[in-house]
């Protein structure tokens, strides 16, 4: 649409300024989009298949994770999530990746739960909990 076109739809005195959708891939043959106010189109949830298998997490010293795999309508997804997260709220200490590994085996059913509603916003795009992503205080026990 040509800016003459534009303004003469708005009102008089105004620009209208239409939104541009920013492509960052494609999942599942959906766009996703990217940028404020754009949420992934999340209308078939409850017809995504998400699993966690239980396979063993992996201790990341290259970016301080614990990943863990999903099983998105039998795709794996790459999970993690931060060691300042494991600390914050699953009762890790610092400095200690057999304690992270401990701390999310403690705290798996949480973790995954938390992963899997990410998993379903972003359609199934891999997920980096960190501390945020979780209630104040220790969810461990």
Known sequence: MAAREVEQDA???WTEVRPREYHIGVVRG???LAGAGFLPD???EATMEIRFPADAPAYRDSNLTVVFPALVDG???PCAISVEALEDHFG?????PEGWMRAFDAG????EAVAREHLQISNGTPVLLKSGHFPPGNAAG
């Open 30 to 32: 959906r766009p996703v």
């Open 42 to 44: 999340t209308s078939d």
């Open 11 to 13: 009102p008089p005195g």
């Open 75 to 77: 795709e794996t997804v």
């Open 92 to 96: 890790a200490y610092s400095e200690d």
């Open 108 to 111: 798996r059913r949480r973790i």
